[in-house]
């Protein structure tokens, strides 16, 4: 299992790197593609929301066919993306490629979590979820960060140009990697089983939980990422570098809770790290409120990547054995939630300061992921397993 775990933590880590690669460069997009700021940051929302749609579909096949054979499909198709990204003549053929590269992500992270979901018994699957969060957040973190010193050395084009090469790069090493490990053996496509599956799955009561608090947790927390470089350049600072820095943080502070779950599980347990996970993302609107220097605006995001996955984290867990014989539409409905949120995040959050302004938004906004990191603490149990 730890070849195919390796295996399958590269592919989601590269492709990390094309989800948080636009958000430094959002300023530079605007410039060059003469669009507004609050336009070109609907790039995110044109990656999340083609993601969060199709899951039903993707989690579907998932569960019909093999899992590693879909995501090697999925990874073609965003290499291909990232080519046509890097040579758009304009901000709608951008936009577009942006939506071909939500789609094919999103054949691969969820299906990833259903295939350790598969092949890892629950009693260790948090720790092995894990292990591809980190390599999601490194992703995430060096897409970050990447993106925003190629953006300033040469230009945003350039950026899909890197994603792309290394792209390219572990889509060769996953097409030979995944001839050494055991084969798959699905069942085969039967549409009849589309609406059985989910029926279960949604007659499980932690469902409607699960779905709903990553829905909530991702439109708050993400729905300002875009917005991170206009804020940083209302104080002054406007290199893209430093915007991609401070994002970064993000995934330093996920990393870090990868080393530490086993410690934070056991001194814990999961009913405190989802009160907790709660009240960290709380904490960090309303630091965010002070308008700090990007140093700490850093911290910040440390901060926040540390306890994000308190609660995300331990929501995915549940939701793997919300209907074990249909765990990819299962982890598909869990991607599409927080997708969802993603893509509603920039749109809220741009209409929110628009209107009642930033302050109130996100007190707002801290006191009501507060309170889902409560209900998720107060609802969500371990079904007991049977005695063997």
Known sequence: MNRELAIIALIVFV???????????????????????????????????PYALVQPLLGALGDMMSK????????????????????????????????????????????????????IPVAQRQVAISRLLAATMTGNLLGASLAGVVGDLAGWRAVFVVTGLLGLIVTAAALIGFRKVPKETPPGFDLATIGPNYRAIFANP?????????????????????????????????????????????????????????FLLATLGERRLMLGGGLIMAAFLLILTLRLPWPLEFANFVLLGFGFYWLHGSIQVFATELAPQARGSAMAMHSMSFFLGQAAGPIVYGAGFATIGKTPLLIGGAVLIALVGYLCSRTLRRTPQPPV
């Open 68 to 119: 590693t054979r879909l995501m090697s499909i999925s990874l073609v198709v965003l290499v291909l993306s990232a080519a046509v990204s890097a040579t758009a003549p304009n901000f709608t053929v951008l936009l577009v490629s942006r939506i071909a590269a939500g789609i094919a992500s999103g054949g691969i992270f969820p299906i990833s979590l259903a295939y350790a979901g598969d092949r």
């Open 15 to 49: 492709t990390s790197l094309f989800t948080r690669s636009v958000d430094p460069v959002v300023p530079l997009i605007a410039d060059g593609l003469l669009v507004q700021i609050g336009t070109a940051a609907l790039l995110s929302t044109a990656f999340a929301l």
């Open 206 to 262: 932690h469902a409607k939980i699960c779905f709903g608090a990553v829905f909530v947790e991702s439109l708050l927390v993400f729905g300002i990422f875009p917005y991170m470089a206009a804020i940083l350049a209302d104080a002054g600072e406007t290199r893209a570098s430093i915007a991609g820095f401070v994002l970064a943080g993000f995934g330093i502070g996920a990393v870090l809770y990868t080393v530490m779950v086993r």
